[in-house]
């Protein structure tokens, strides 16, 4: 499908490798309603999808190889939508036939491995990456408004929770496929809380255990990073939970947000409501009283903001056809790769990932 001229006058020639579910709900789409870009190919070793992927989309090509593909097509920008597994390799490919890439995350297995590919980048003046599109979801965004406002004062606490209840049995339920809560939806909310904080990991503590899960990766993590400049990153992904916890906690010295059931709701008081309070060192606590303060809080319910799906593949347009720097920076993607790494560490450290021991009642 032809794309139409942008301000630039260029239109990316896209070749798309992977027709499943990120493919399919989100870059197939956007290449073809977005201006700017062209759909040239699309690649998958599963014939089924390419025909539905032809259907659909309209590319001018299909291919189950995904270097003849490159090599026939010779695109502008290849997405990478395929499993993390195959990342890297089809990264330097498309390196190697004069493509740029856009890769889903996490970029890599490890941060070797994703260093690797940045510095390969670098060495043939190829641009490269990463899709971490919970930046700019209507959490992420509203988050980021209510930090922004100051209103909770200093940040010392961000919770994040994902729950479900769910027997991963696909791909990602392996460590072999880099497969595993951590990897996975890990990579999402820790690039979310480093973006919100402008800030990287000082140390974290960590436990990953499998549940539920039909593989041998982890689908539950719990993760304490706390960042250079003190604040307390709490991540929970737990897909083995029956009640889901509220998804965000955000605590200030002045107050806290909370967001559940898709509501955000805040609660604070001004900066000059509280007279000053003294410390009493003595042993003999006043009145026989704990210490307690009536606090004329203010409550309040913040709108969310709507996020807009075709804002990423904006910026891909402005990365990758014109002169903008990337909206994802490549250090910010080794962080949190590096991050991910740390938690493994601390796991691994705690003998935490085995399974034994656990009664396993599904």
């Not at 239109?11 to 709900?25: K, Q, T």
């Not at 491995?113 to 700019?136: F, N």
Request: net charge neutral.
């Amino acid at each position: 499908m032809m794309g139409r001229c942008t301000d630039t006058g260029k239109i990316l020639r896209c070749a798309v490798i992977g027709a499943g579910r990120i493919a399919w709900g989100f870059h197939l789409p956007q290449i073809v309603a977005k201006d700017g870009f062209e759909l040239a190919a699309v690649a998958d070793p599963d014939r089924v999808r390419l025909e539905e992927a032809r259907r659909t989309f309209h590319p001018a090509s299909v291919f189950t190889d995904v270097e003849a593909m490159l090599r026939e097509v010779r695109p502008d920008l290849t997405v990478i939508a395929s499993p993390t597994v195959f990342h890297k390799e089809q990264t330097l490919l498309a390196f190697r036939y004069g493509s740029d890439v856009f890769c889903d995350k996490p970029v890599g297995l490890s941060l070797k491995e994703a260093s690797a590919m940045y510095g390969e980048a670098k060495r043939l003046g190829r641009k490269l990456m990463a899709y971490q599109p919970h930046r700019i979801n209507s959490e992420g965004l509203t988050a980021r408004a209510i930090l922004q406002s100051g209103r909770l004062g200093g940040i010392y606490l961000i919770e994040r929770h994902i729950s479900n209840y769910v027997r991963r049995n696909d791909w990602q339920a392996f460590t072999e496929n880099g497969g595993g809560m951590l990897l996975n939806y890990g990579s999402h909310y820790i690039d979310q809380l480093l973006y919100l904080t402008h800030d990287t990991a000082a140390r974290v503590k960590c436990e990953l255990r499998r549940v539920i899960t039909c593989g041998d990766a982890d689908d539950l993590v719990k993760a304490m990073i706390t960042t250079r400049h003190g604040v307390l990153l709490d991540l929970d992904i737990n897909q083995a939970t029956a009640y889901p916890l509220p998804e965000w906690r955000i605590c200030g010295v002045r107050g806290s947000a909370v967001y559940c059931d898709r509501q955000w709701s805040i609660r604070f008081y001004e900066p000059d409501s509280l007279p000053p309070v003294r410390a009493d060192h003595a042993l003999a606590a006043a009145g026989r009283r704990y210490p307690s303060e009536k606090i004329e809080w203010r409550e309040e319910t913040v709108p969310g903001i709507p996020a807009e799906p075709g804002l990423y593949y904006d910026y891909c347009r402005d990365y990758f056809a014109g002169n903008r720097v990337p909206f994802v920076l490549p250090e910010e993607t080794l962080e949190v790769i590096r991050t991910i790494e740390l938690c493994r560490l601390d796991a691994e450290q705690r003998d935490a990932v085995s399974a034994s021991g656990y009664a396993r009642q599904v």
